[in-house]
């Protein structure tokens, strides 16, 4: 029985154990410690652009619109501050620069010549003065005054100003001629270059050693008795020396009037053409004299007699003279003195007077007779002594008028550049620029907005060409030298002036 018991004890015992194993479930592993997720670091705020990068953004736009879609453009902005270049597309390439090329003669006549240079022309007697007659030939000696116009009211009156002068000496007759002499400046006048066809019209007018009224008159058109009848042309001022053809007729009524004039170079022919319609109002254009030297004397001839000094004698060019009086033989009665330098180009700038810059060109060339040719060849060593790089330009005139001139946008920006170095220089040619809405060719750009008042400038114009140039005074102070040039468009002139107040306005508000 104990040995039962015993038996029943262990199996028992048995079953407890493997009981209690297996209630005991196996101990899992802990799982791998996993750090926690690490928030991601922000991104830094993207850095504005800076003033370069707006100002290249807002150019950029406005020369990729279609009005540039045919063009060659060269724009150039340098800080006149910094000396840094701020802009620059197609900067070295050679275009046409039109009469943008006469910011470059002011700046070499300003620096070879000084603001206040004045040509200087002299009336000279071949004989003596005796009882009130002059018994001999009266001689006017020029070097290119330019000035004896009504763009300088006081040089206007020049002619009458000699007369008086002279019947203040008790002259009262003068028994010889009244001769131009015009040898100090080579003859034709014209730039190297010109279109024939630019000859005859006002911006084509010869420049000469003798020069009065631009050597420009006016032609006038009013309609005749009746349709079909020749119409009324007059010319003047009366010493003209032009031989007129008259080929118009008076149109009827209420028909659009016309007016062409055509002159082969070297000739005295005018031929006019067109329609004046009857009953209608006269029409005008303006012609360049053929020979400025006779207009000039006898413009001079009629002062005199004007104010009661009888002249026996004809208005006469030195060169139709078999036996030419020689000035330096005679007696000096009267030294005239042109309006000074700063004048002539606050007027050349303003107006684009062609004839202002071929003056100033001659004038360079100190020796005598001078020539376009080596005026031209003092212009590029006068540039050249200013730091300007000679292989930026060419230049056959001083106008601009010539389509052999090609000029860089950084040539124009370092020749202002150069004239802001110089303290003279740059006020002088400030004082002449034009200014945005002031008078001249840029009086009616950019008034009324921030840009007026604030950018001096030259623009330049002919066919399928555009260009300015000059500085600008931003909003924050900092001066701007600039150039725009445009060649091979196929848009109206205007269309690209429109485009180009559009870069300046952006400039003018440009941030330091």
């Known amino acids: 029985m104990i040995r039962n018991s015993r038996l029943r004890a262990c199996a028992l015992g048995a079953v407890l154990v493997a009981g209690g194993c297996a209630a005991r479930p196996p101990?899992?592993?802990?799982?791998?410690?996993?750090?926690?997720?690490?928030?991601?670091?922000?991104?830094?705020?993207?850095?504005?652009?800076?003033?370069?990068?707006?100002?290249a953004a807002s150019v950029d736009g406005v020369l990729a619109t279609s009005t540039f879609s045919r063009a060659t453009v060269g724009f150039v902005v340098r800080s006149l501050d910094t000396g840094e270049t701020l802009y620059s597309r197609n900067g070295h390439t050679w275009l046409v620069p039109a009469s943008t090329m006469k910011v470059m003669t002011t700046v070499a006549a300003a620096s070879r010549l000084g603001w206040d240079f004045r040509f200087e022309t002299r009336l000279v007697a071949t004989g003596p003065i005796l009882k009130g007659v002059l018994d001999g030939d009266l001689?006017?000696?020029?070097?290119?005054?330019?000035?004896?116009?009504?763009?300088?009211?006081?040089?206007?009156?020049?002619?009458?100003?000699?007369?008086?002068?002279?019947?203040a000496r008790g002259i009262q007759r003068i028994n010889g001629h009244i001769i131009g002499d015009d040898s100090l400046v080579e003859a034709p006048g014209w730039g190297i270059g010109w279109a024939w066809d630019d000859l005859v019209e006002a911006y084509g007018a010869a420049m000469s050693a003798l020069q009065y009224n631009e050597n420009v008159a006016t032609v006038t058109m009013g309609p005749g008795i009746t349709p079909g009848a020749p119409p009324v042309v007059y010319v003047s001022p009366s010493n003209h020396g032009l031989l007129v053809d008259v080929q118009a007729t008076t149109s009827a009524e209420g028909t659009a009037p016309?007016?062409?004039?055509?002159?082969?170079?070297?000739?005295?022919i005018l031929e006019v053409r067109g329609q004046a319609p009857w009953g209608g109002a006269a029409v005008s254009t303006t012609v360049a004299v053929a020979n400025p030297t006779i207009y000039f004397t006898g413009e001079l001839r009629q002062a005199l007699l004007r104010h009661g000094i009888a002249v026996d004698g004809t208005a006469v060019d030195?060169?139709?003279?078999?036996?030419?009086?020689?000035?330096s033989e005679g007696t000096v009665l009267l030294v005239d003195q042109s309006a000074p330098l700063r004048d002539i180009a606050t007027e050349m700038l303003a107006w684009s007077i062609n004839l202002y810059a071929e003056s100033l060109v001659v004038a360079l060339d100190r020796t005598a007779p001078g020539g376009t040719a080596e005026g031209v060849a003092m212009l590029r060593q006068v540039l050249d002594d200013l730091g300007v790089p000679a292989g930026g330009y060419t230049t056959r005139d001083g106008s601009g008028l010539s389509r052999n001139d090609y000029m860089s946008a950084d040539t124009l920006v370092a020749a202002l550049a150069a004239a802001w170095r110089d303290p003279v220089l740059r006020d002088g040619l400030l004082q002449v620029l034009p200014v945005t809405g002031g008078p001249g060719m840029l009086e009616r750009r950019l008034t009324g907005t921030p840009a007026a008042g604030r950018v001096h400038a030259k623009s330049g114009s002919m066919s399928n060409v555009r260009g300015l140039t000059g500085i600008v005074e931003t909003a924050a102070g900092e001066s701007l030298a600039f150039a725009f040039l445009a060649n091979g468009f196929d848009v109206r002139g205007a269309e690209i002036d429109e485009r180009v107040d559009a870069l300046l306005l952006t400039l003018v508000a440009l941030p330091r």
Do not use: C, M
């Open 318 to 327: 030195i060169d139709q003279e078999s036996d030419r009086a020689r000035a």
């Open 27 to 55: 101990v899992a592993a802990a799982p791998p410690s996993v750090p926690p997720p690490v928030a991601a670091a922000e991104a830094p705020p993207p850095a504005p652009p800076t003033r370069l990068e707006t100002l």
């Open 258 to 268: 016309s007016l062409v004039v055509a002159r082969q170079p070297g000739t005295r």
């Open 139 to 167: 001689i006017v000696v020029g070097t290119g005054d330019p000035t004896i116009n009504r763009h300088h009211p006081d040089r206007a009156s020049t002619f009458d100003d000699w007369a008086r002068a002279l019947k």
